[in-house]
């Protein structure tokens, strides 16, 4: 199975700063690679898939970065509205896997 | 808009069986590939399994920690698929989603989630 690993598991920022989420797969998953956003009780939902396309209607302020098996999810300013978790997912290989989670504060 | 409603969560005693069921609205249902994914209590997400439409083969797929127990189904006539659980063990509690989007790659549109509680 491909793993996914993300750094960091959880961060504190100020509203305004510049977040950044990395994703690393245990193996070229080339740009089969999507990110979702969790809020707390709701069913995550779709951001960036393929790298770095962005989702219908997800603010430009999101954006999705990397090839091959390191990729980055940046928010270039963060917003109340963005305090949630993020996962990332490879689509490359079966069983799908996805990170284990970073959760996003406002410090 | 794309709607997607479970169905058939609850307790459970281990070595029970449950079956969950996904209403789907909205999306051309007989081309979508539908998955499953769990999330156990303040965990992150864990992809259950799949099935292919039917003329992309109708094929299921699973995680190791399911295979063999679970099997997932499809109703294109209703439009639904189905989660169908057996032998359940403590560690199958959790919220179960349904979720479909751009077939083989990406999951465009989930369901609220179905909690499924194990224990005796």
């Known amino acids: 199975d491909i793993q996914m690993t993300q750094s960091p598991s959880s961060l504190s920022a100020s509203v305004g700063d510049r977040v950044t989420i990395t994703c690393r797969a245990s193996?070229?998953?080339?740009?089969?690679l999507n990110w979702y956003q969790q809020k707390p009780g709701k069913a995550p939902k779709l951001l960036i898939h393929?790298?770095?396309s962005l989702q219908t209607g997800v603010p430009s302020r999101f954006r999705g970065s990397g090839s091959g098996t390191d990729f980055t999810l940046t928010i270039s300013s963060l917003q109340p509205e963005d305090v949630a978790t993020y996962f990332c997912?490879?689509?490359?290989?079966?069983?799908?896997?996805f990170g284990q989670g970073t959760k996003v504060e406002i410090k | 808009e794309v709607q997607l409603l479970e169905s058939g969560g609850g307790l459970v005693k281990p070595g029970g069986s449950l079956r969950l069921s996904c209403a789907a609205s909205?999306?051309?249902?007989?081309?979508?590939?539908m998955t499953w994914v769990r999330q156990a209590p303040g965990k992150g997400l864990e992809w259950v399994g799949r099935i292919k439409s039917e003329s992309d083969g109708g094929t299921t797929d699973y995680a190791a920690p399911v295979k063999d127990r679970f099997s997932i189904s499809r109703d294109d006539s209703k439009n639904m698929s189905f989660l169908e659980m057996n032998s359940l063990k403590i560690e199958d509690t959790a919220v179960y989603y349904c979720?479909?989007?751009?077939?083989?790659?990406?999951?465009?549109?989930w369901g609220q989630g179905n909690l499924v509680t194990v224990s005796s």
């Open positions: 979720a479909t989007g751009v077939p083989g790659w990406s999951f465009d549109h």
């Open positions: 393929g790298e770095s």
């Open positions: 909205g999306v051309s249902f007989r081309d979508a590939w």
């Open positions: 193996q070229i998953i080339y740009s089969n």
């Open positions: 997912q490879q689509s490359h290989r079966i069983p799908r896997t």
